[in-house]
Structures are given as C-alpha cells and as structure tokens.
C-alpha cells in the first residue's frame, strides 16, 4: 500500500464509518462535532467506501446516515471555501463527486436522515435512491445566502424529484422546511420518530435486499433513465431490459418458487 493509499485509508477509517450486515451496507458520516459537513477528505473516504462496498458480493443494499443526532450532513465545509478559487472549485466538480458516484451506485441506496440536511448534504440525500426522515430532519438549499447556487445536483435533482416550484421556492428562499413539510412535497419518502429511523431504514434494506440482484439492478437503470429520455425511448429500454431479466437464473428461480409456493433463494445470475 502507497503512503497516499495508507492516507486515504485512514480518512475512510476516521471519517466514513462502513458496517455490513446481512447484506446491508451502512456508511456513517462521522463528523458529528462539524454537523457532518462536507470537507474534501470525507468526500475521498466517503467515494472510497462506496467503491469497496460496490464490488463487495455480500452487500446488496446501502444506508447512507450522518454520526450522532444533530445532523446527516450540514453542508459542504465552508471554510474550504474562502481561499479556493473558482478554477480549483470548477476542477473539483470535473472528475467524480461524491453525488456522482452515489447515484451511480449499482445498489439500491437508501439515506436515513437524522437532524440537518442542507445544501450538499440535501444534495447527498437526493442523490440516493430513497430517503427515509426522522422528524428532527430539517432540509434546505441555503447556497443563495452565501451568494451560490447549488452546484451537487440540487438546480437538477430536486426539481426532477418535488417538481419546478417546489425547487424554486426552497433554492431562492434558503429557508430550510420541516421532515413533515419534505414528506409533503416528495423530497422523503418516509418520515419516523428519531428512535426509528435506523430500524426503518435497516428493515427495509433488509426487505429489498431479499430481491434478484440483477432484478434490482436492472430496476435502477430503469427508472433513472426515465429522468433523462423521452417515454418512448424509456420504454423501448424497459423492454430491452425485461428481456435481460427474463434470461437469467434468478428469473428462472423466482418462477419455480412461485409455483413451488416457497421464498425464492435469489443468486445474483
């Protein structure tokens, strides 16, 4: 291992917690003292995790989670801000990004929000494939006070996801709206007591987990093209992709225990 290898390391140990558990992945967040905000070495540990946990054929679904109570992700690291300059903020954007590299997780991701959602933590949460709130969550796009505008996906993500207004409102206003007012809009699917929102997300990591993986693969392709591509090509992609299903193992497992009256025994072919 290279000295920049064993310094990644170390910040993926330090900084982004990684749990495994019968097929459940949880990567924790673990800045509590800074609101689990955003700096550049969490962004390394965080994409460092993601791709060990991507290649690990145990994990078949992740939580994403902040450390502590008070917060997911408050944001990016603001004090990173003030002697960047703009090429080396537009360089850090050009390559992969931990909003990038969590949307394109080939697993079903689920965040599990708990406390402040804000800004690049929103943009985290939005990222994923399903959020889950605890009704201490607080979620905003506070950029437009510091004289930005989101630059992880929030212009794109949360309008795709609460519809034009809604993302117009949030980003203009950077006010930041209850769990419930988020359930409301369709930024969270779910919103739970503080002292449910692990066991929720667990139970139903757990829940989706019991899938094909090639099912649920295939699944997520699906329906993220369906945010880039007209109905007809999106369709003509699902039929592609029903096709793919149809010929694996898995499928032909599902059916046998269908008819069988028994739980399927997915494999991942």
Known sequence: MSQEEGVLRM???????????????????????????????VRLAFIAALGRL??????????????????????????EFEHRTAVEQFTAFRGETIYSATA???KPIIAAINGFCLGGGCELALACDVRIAATTARF???????GLIPGGGGTQRLARLVGVGQAFKLIYSGDMISAEEALRIGLVEEVVPPDELMPRARALAAAIGRKSPVTLRLIKEAIQASL?????????????LFGVAFASEDKREGVRAFLEKRPPAFKGQ
Request: aromatic share 4%; glycine share 10%.
């Open 104 to 106: 394109a997780f080939r």
């Open 140 to 146: 905003g796009q506070p950029e437009v006070n510091l």
């Open 54 to 79: 991507e290649e690990d054929p145990d994990v078949r679904v992740g939580i994403v989670t902040g450390g502590g109570t008070k917060a997911f992700a408050a944001g990016s690291d603001i004090a």
């Open 11 to 41: 910040a993926v140990d330090q900084l982004v917690f990684s749990e495994v558990a019968d097929g459940v992945a949880t990567l924790t967040i673990n800045r509590p003292d800074k609101l689990n905000a955003l700096n550049t070495a």
């Open 228 to 240: 880039e591509t007209p109905l007809a090509e999106g369709l003509r992609l699902e039929t592609s």
